[in-house]
T-cell receptor
Framework: AQSVTQPDIHITVSEGASLELRCNYS??????LFWYVQSPGQGLQLLLK??????LVQGIKGFEAEFKRSQSSFNLRKPSVHWSDAAEYFC?????????????FGRGTSLIVHP | GAVVSQHPSWVICKSGTSVKIECRSL??????MFWYRQFPKQSLMLMAT?????????EQGVEKDKFLINHASLTLSTLTVTSAHPEDSSFYIC?????????????FGNGTRLTVT
């Protein structure tokens, strides 16, 4: 069965600092990988996704993520964090068969941004 | 593209009453939609898969008679919380897969905050 681990419950950074949120997955083959962001009281917004090809994926809002097969990781990064990035971030993994599927979500990492 | 609209964004109801939550795919067709429940500071818990024109598929432990799901068209799914109790208070989020180059990442509504008094 597939699973996702986000080892950090909370991450605190200063505005302007760089950010890396960790995500490790367990899956038998190359999965589809996603990062979502959730602002308080809102639904989830897709930041970026990895299907295949280039292992460095660019997303919206200046975020990027790198797929590392050897480490079963898909860490999210941003070079300079803005106060508006404070939110909950979810990593998700889905099976690599095509079509509709139900992804598995990590427990989330809460990002706190200090001015 | 891939906008999912959820309504209402919040609702307060009395114990014993029923509440209906609507989820619409605005610019695409969704034969499948998913309903999630989210407790404070926790991840998403899948409640059920809504299938257009057929019965919903419920996850283990979710009461199908309490959480009625109807998916009458390719753009609308509804979740009705029947005979609501305070323990049903939660944040409910719907989502729909939107096909993108052969894969279908989920796109989410903005959620509904249900408070049962």
């Amino acid at each position: 069965a597939q699973s996702v681990t986000q080892p950090d419950i909370h991450i605190t950074v200063s505005e302007g600092a760089s950010l890396e949120l960790r995500c490790n997955y367990s899956y038998g083959a190359t999965p589809y990988l996603f990062w979502y962001v959730q602002s308080p009281g809102q639904g989830l917004q897709l930041l970026l996704k990895y299907f295949s090809g280039d292992t460095l994926v660019q997303g919206i809002k200046g975020f990027e993520a790198e797929f590392k097969r050897s480490q079963s990781s898909f860490n999210l990064r941003k070079p300079s964090v803005h106060w508006s990035d404070a939110a909950e971030y979810f990593c998700a993994v889905g099976p690599s068969s095509g079509g509709s599927y139900i992804p598995t979500f990590g427990r989330g990492t809460s990002l706190i941004v200090h001015p | 593209g891939a906008v999912v609209s959820q309504h209402p964004s919040w609702v307060i109801c009395k114990s014993g009453t029923s509440v209906k939550i609507e989820c619409r795919s605005l610019d695409f067709q969704a034969t499948t939609m998913f309903w999630y429940r989210q407790f404070p500071k926790q991840s998403l818990m899948l409640m059920a898969t809504s299938n257009e024109g057929s019965k919903a598929t419920y996850e283990q432990g979710v009461e199908k008679d309490k959480f009625l799901i109807n998916h009458a068209s390719l753009t609308l799914s509804t979740l009705t919380v029947t005979s609501a109790h305070p323990e049903d208070s939660s944040f409910y989020i719907c989502s729909a897969p939107y096909r993108d180059r052969g894969v279908s990442p989920l796109h989410f509504g903005n959620g509904t905050r249900l408070t049962v008094t």
